[in-house]
């Protein structure tokens, strides 16, 4: 099984547009691409009143897989803005792990590479002390961290690779979000020279800040275009192959 986890140092990093424009480019390549967004919360209602993740949506519509397979990318939508353990017991449904990995199987059967966004941070509970890297462990997949580029991000990436590591994960790469190579200045700059030499992960690539993505406007067709230029997807498609 082959396949990549994308998590970051934070909910809100850019998790989702990393795993699109991983996936819009796999796709544009010719690859089977699955995605899954095993769990998301802060979701609302559709016009038929079913919860609906956007995240799910946007990887769907990245990796051009069709409504009918939606329960298995996202097998658990919640609708509270909280962390998926607590969002859970706010909605009186218990989080089911078993059923979630049951999906990514399915998922599975059906196509390769697989890309599983995870949620919030690498710490952020499930389900009782049920952590996401605990779901991280299982899946064995893997892992790539997207980070920001500003003040504070050396901290969070060192923090979040060392945590990986502890659980016996394997990070094979870090991707920078939002950068804006227009206006860097000796804070970015050092801020990439620090990840590095402090985590000894190699930065895959530095995914720029389009006004598109901010307002929802990007095609699937831009975003591989963005990632086949700045991110090093021959890299990135040799580690989800496991090679
Ligand atoms: N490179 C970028 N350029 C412009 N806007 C971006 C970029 N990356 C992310 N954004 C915007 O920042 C916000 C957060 O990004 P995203 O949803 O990908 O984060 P996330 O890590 O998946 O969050 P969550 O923890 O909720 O899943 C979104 O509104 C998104 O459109
Ligand atoms: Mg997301």
């Not at 990393?18 to 559709?46: C, Q, W």
């Not at 946007?58 to 658990?76: H, K, T, W, Y």
């Not at 399915?106 to 996401?132: F, M, N």
């Amino acid at each position: 099984m082959s396949g990549l986890f994308i998590t970051a140092t934070d909910t809100d990093v850019g998790k989702t547009v990393i795993t699109g424009a991983i996936a819009a480019t796999f796709k544009a390549r010719g690859l089977h691409v699955g995605v899954m967004k095993p769990i998301a919360s802060g979701a609302v209602a559709d016009g038929f009143g079913k919860l609906v993740a956007e995240d799910a949506t946007f990887l769907m519509g990245a990796a051009g897989i069709g409504e009918s397979e939606r329960d298995l990318v996202n097998p658990l939508c919640l609708s509270p803005a909280l962390t998926p353990a607590v969002a859970a017991v706010v909605s009186g449904v218990e989080v089911e792990i078993p059923a979630i990995l049951k999906a990514y199987q399915v998922l599975a059967k059906s196509y390769d590479p697989i890309l599983v966004e995870g949620v919030g941070g690498i710490t952020s509970p499930l389900w009782q002390d049920y952590l996401l890297a605990d779901l991280m462990a299982e899946l064995a997949l893997p892992v790539i961290v997207v980070t920001r580029p500003n003040l504070g991000t050396i901290n969070h990436t060192v923090l979040t690779v060392e945590y990986a590591r502890r659980r016996g994960l394997h990070v094979a790469g870090i991707i920078i979000n939002g950068w804006n190579e227009g206006e860097v200045s000796i804070l970015e700059r050092s801020n990439e020279e620090y990840i590095t030499h402090l985590t000894g992960v190699p930065i895959l690539g530095k995914f720029p800040y389009s006004r598109a993505i901010s307002e929802g406007e990007i095609q699937s067709v831009e975003l591989a275009q963005l990632a086949e230029k700045h991110l090093q997807m021959d890299e990135i498609i040799s580690i989800a192959k496991g090679r």
